[in-house]
Nanobody, 124 residues
């Protein structure tokens, strides 16, 4: 079965950095587009970034553009989210998602598979 497992979350001070990883298994990773989302307490889940399966085109939401970078390593079946200049408002549970569509998808309902999430807490 398909599994996505996030790691790399934790507690960091404002201005710090974290790199999240999402290791996938049970799917042909290179054929899937991937996305990162987050959900803060009391808020809806929101898209942060996505990357296509083929040419590596990316999308970033405005509130993370310039601070977060998505990348993928098809040899390791892993997608990453490098997060720099973290702010307290970045505190949330972060999720990765995969879609066989191949395109960079910004809508969570279009993703077939989800990880369990990893907590990121940014202290002020």
């Amino acid at each position: 079965q398909v599994q996505l497992v996030e790691s790399g979350g934790g507690l960091v001070q404002a201005g710090g950095s974290l790199r999240l990883s999402c290791a996938a298994s049970g799917l042909t990773f290179s054929g899937y587009s991937l996305g990162w989302f987050r959900q803060a307490p009391g808020k809806e889940r929101e898209v942060l970034s996505c990357i296509t399966s083929s040419d590596g085109d990316t999308f970033y939401s405005d509130f993370v553009k310039g601070r977060f970078t998505i990348s993928r390593d098809n040899a390791k079946n892993t997608v990453y989210l490098q997060m720099n200049s973290l702010k307290p408002e970045d505190t949330a549970v972060y999720y990765c998602a995969a879609s066989p569509d191949g395109y960079c998808l910004r809508v969570e309902s279009l993703y077939d598979y989800w990880g369990q999430g990893t907590q990121v807490t940014v202290s002020s």
